[in-house]
């Protein structure tokens, strides 16, 4: 397994933590997570102070409340969530419920030049899609008005930024431009969330943006 060098930063951590995402970013998250040790270990210790936060700001729960829950559990009357389903070897197990049995599944929409995208059903504060970048293909160039956020499941990609593999993660936000080229070796595909609608620079993809639906 390659290394991970891009990682989450401590902001969607903290917010991972606390609850505070929009269901697409929690998605990413919790995809990379799985992927990379050392994030799951930071989780674990902001997860620890929140813990901390809970038992200050403990609330008395009366007794019929009480009483009433555990009859609940006691009778099997809890919505029981139905245990994580688990992911192949290129989807892991967060991403699985939103994808299917597997990427053979994802009803690809091409979007030119050999890209395809597969828009995934979340809330709509952020937009969560598969991106399917043929090995050696450009990315048109294109900035941000909010934050873009692309996590590698297959392949790499390159930019401005650096390189980006299995695992890793690039935070986008409004200032950078970048144009991601995907390794000529393999076909890439990334989970990318945006929660904002993506600006082109060149005519073209500006003309092609409502069909691509970022
Ligand atoms: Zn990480």
Redesign the pocket.
Known sequence: MTK?TH??TEDLLMGYSAGTLPEAVNLIVAT?ISL?D??RASLDAYDAVGGVLLERHSHEVSEACLAGALDMIRKGETSATPAPRRGCDLVPAPLADYVGKGLSDVKWRPVGMGVKQAILETSPEATARLLYIPAGTAVPDHSHNGLELTLVLQGAFEDAEGRFARGDIEIADDDLEHMPVADISQDCICLAVTDAPLRFKGLLPRLAQPFLKI
């Open positions: 991970i990682h989450l990379h990379c050392a994030c």
